[in-house]
């Protein structure tokens, strides 16, 4: 008899467990590289983005998000640690591996796996798919194992037989920057994604644990490849292109050209007009087609009734320089490069737009705390879960980005970069003052007026070298 009731008891228990788990929010976890803000949802109404506007409505939207290093490789083993770059011992670059670089740091697919979640990597999560390999649930799912394997990802053997294949850069053997063909969604990467999420979606959601869900979409990345449809949906003629293809005033010589499109080749006349709104319109494109993905995984989260109990996140990776100061790329603390989207879709929150200062190394605590499960120690952010209960609440007093030796603060009004040498001595600075000078077009530093505030971000840098970094 006590035999039985003790088989009673552990099924009620057991029973009482799985309820409780069940009750626990899924994720899905949307990540773009290279997604700067120019979206419909962020007032940029040349940008076609129907189904992240959608998304958008019904989120908070972050207008001060940023990323804590403009690099994806970096950025992502951040992110997805909680941990803060630190030149040069970790996340410095696009080749970082997190399990190389702080082996300590607990990743977030490990937590909500080891706290009852079933835990999926479809596309470009880490930067590379076998950093972290084993944290997950099942095996990642990548088209390319490696970010870097270019002839898997581009299938060179087949292009090589093109006509646009014949016209390589000799020193990479990358192609074309851009490509507009008139083919179906699925011979697209990005769309493989989609319907590998959404097969999985299908296939997990009458499960007896959440899920964590990271996908990864390729796009807008270079080369700017989408389906011509997406092209069709832009004329060209009416894109307005940077007014600022000029280096600002005064700028430190640690803040060089980031020229990432000219790893690719056809790009001719890049000052002239023709170029900037063709890269524009390539780039538009291609953040047009991966609007219309997440469109589709979106929508079947709604088919399959899982909306309702699921927190949807969608963030770039870092921003993008499209011929702003003659940038083009990201690799530097310009603004551009450095503020990217982040909006969060989670059930019993508030919708709106949060002005407050995050960083995304926040969003594995703010996860965490909503999904209440338990933050690893090694976790540097600090949760936003505030922000998303009254998006008009204060956030952060700074948001922290690091660039090879430089260091940039940024506070909603200004941001600061400083560079060191070798003995920490400053080597260079700009300060931008955002409230009358947005784009960035002059450094301030020097300015006798704007002492009081670069002495404050000078000391709000040493705290964080000193406090987080412990250097």
Not at 53 to 58: C, F, I, K, Y
Not at 164 to 184: M, T
Not at 436 to 452: G, H, I, L
Request: proline share 6%; hydrophobic share 35%; aromatic share 12%.
């Amino acid at each position: 008899m006590k035999t039985d009731r003790l088989i009673v008891l552990a099924s009620c228990a057991a029973l009482a467990a799985a309820q409780a788990q069940a009750k626990k929010p899924n994720v899905l976890f949307l990540i773009v590289d290279d997604l700067r803000t120019e979206l419909g949802c962020y007032g940029a109404p040349q940008v076609k983005t129907p189904n992240i506007d959608r998304l958008a409505r019904n989120s908070t939207v972050f207008a001060n998000a940023y990323c804590n290093v403009p690099v994806s490789g970096a950025s992502r083993a951040s992110f997805l640690t909680g941990v803060y770059p630190k030149f040069p011992e970790r996340f410095i670059d696009a080749d970082t591996y997190a399990q190389t670089d702080a082996p300590w740091a607990i990743p977030i697919s490990q937590t909500f796996r080891d706290q009852g979640y079933y835990a999926t990597s479809t596309g470009k999560v880490f930067h590379n798919t076998d950093d972290h390999e084993g944290t997950w649930s099942e095996a990642p799912w990548a088209i390319s194992p490696n970010s870097k394997d270019w002839a898997e990802y581009n299938k060179w053997e087949l292009w090589l037989n093109d006509e646009s294949g014949k016209h390589l850069n000799p020193k990479n053997n990358r192609g074309p920057y851009c490509e507009s063909a008139d083919v179906p969604d699925s011979l697209y990467e990005d769309n493989k994604i989609a319907r590998k999420v959404i097969s999985d979606l299908q296939r997990l959601q009458n499960s007896d644990k959440p899920f964590f869900m990271a996908v990864g979409f390729r796009r807008p990345h270079l080369p700017f490849n989408a389906p011509k449809k997406y092209w069709d949906l832009y004329k060209r003629e009416e894109i307005v292109t940077a007014d600022n293809r000029y280096l600002p005033e005064d700028l430190p010589k640690q803040v060089y050209g980031s020229r990432e499109i000219f790893q690719y080749t056809q790009t001719g006349n890049v000052d002239s007009d023709d170029f900037h709104r063709e890269a524009r319109h390539a780039y538009y494109a291609c953040v047009s087609f991966v609007d219309a993905q997440i469109g589709l995984v979106l929508d079947e989260l709604d088919n399959l009734g899982l909306a309702d109990n699921t927190i949807v996140v969608l963030v770039g990776d870092h921003g993008w320089h499209l011929g702003e100061h003659t940038f083009w790329g990201k690799h530097n603390l310009m603004n551009h490069a450095t503020r990217a989207p982040l909006i969060v879709r989670m059930p019993g929150t508030s919708d709106g737009v949060s002005r407050g200062i995050v960083e995304f190394v926040d969003i594995y605590p703010t996860l965490c705390q909503a999904c209440k499960i338990s933050c690893p120690k090694s976790v540097q952010g600090k949760s936003f879960l505030p922000l998303l209960k009254d998006p008009e609440s204060k956030g952060k007093a700074f948001a922290f980005i690091q660039w090879g030796k430089g260091t940039n603060v940024v506070d909603g009004n200004y941001s600061y970069a400083e560079w060191t040498d070798k003995e920490r001595r400053s080597a260079g600075e700009m300060l931008f003052d955002h409230s009358v000078d947005p784009e960035e077009n002059t450094n301030v530093a020097s300015q006798t007026r704007y002492r009081k505030q670069t002495d404050r971000f000078r000391k709000a840098i040493h705290q964080f070298r000193t406090r987080i970094l412990k250097d």
